[in-house]
């Protein structure tokens, strides 16, 4: 079968490989969807610190199954069967450590992924192993709602994670840093869960921002390029400021203009992770301190979050479809790597 392998940073193959087998305890998928995202073109460029080459990579997975080992439904009470259709969890928690036993499983301390440590989704068939089984990270596709669809569930979850934490409540304002699909999910998350009020989208790529804009209609776009973000959102909330804001990007300013913009008792996601080589900024702690301001990390997600992503595709609560802007058969799976690297599209999805 065809599969995209990692080597090293810079060689990645796409390349003829043995058709996995699937054992005792395993599931087996013929992957229909694994789509991309900035952590594929990451791993592309510089690797990843947790990723084993050579592998095969690809995270946001959903596939028919193929075979069931057979003890897999005794072990784990599930009654999985050959035609079933799945989604598969990227973030794998351990589910034994304090974390995890404390319900916190988006933090678990010894934290896998697929597309790291196991074989991922850029692959023709692929193995879910027992790791995801053993903590229900083989997720059920509800009937109406398409592999193309379930494969955005993962980056979705964590979306749901951080916006968890953020407390929103109906008729906040809200700023969502970076137009790619995970801030554009964020926003349809805030008002189709959330209630949120006016909702404001923030980036620097004006082609990149009118695309999403066009998808998810928030109340105002603001260029970041060529507008003042701070004083603007001031303006837009009569100096008040915004109650939640969500920094989906990994430019370091975005974080400061965060707190900065912040209303009092504001609530701050960094959700995208800053660049290893440059992690810092600069803060006014007073500024924190005296507007009581809350300023939220986040970490992927935890198997529950994926099947609620699941959930509200199918109630039609957060829509996807529409974000999904381009399918590339696998033999072209290199091209989806420049499309997301220079924000062709909203979201990519390859169709082994
Ligand atoms: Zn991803
Ligand atoms: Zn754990």
Redesign the pocket.
Known sequence: MKALRFYAPEDVRLEEVEEPTCGPGEVKLRVKNCSTCGTDVKIFHNGHQNLTPPRTIGHEIAGEVVEVGADVNATYGSEWKVGDRAQVIAAV?????H??RKGW?AV????TSVGYQYDGGFAEYMIVPQQVLKVDGLNRIPDNVGYDEASAAEPFACAINAQELLGIEPGDTVVVFGAGPIGCMHIRIARGVHEAGPVYLVDVNAERLKMSADAVQPDETIDGSQVDVVERVMELTDGRGADVIITATAANVTQEQAIAMAARNGRISFFGGLPKNDPTITCDSNVVHYRQLHIHGANGSAPEHNKRALEYISTGQVPVKDLITRHIPLDDVMDAFSIVKNGEAIKVTVEP
């Open positions: 928690p351990c589910g034994e450590c974390e995890c499983m678990c301390q010894n934290q």
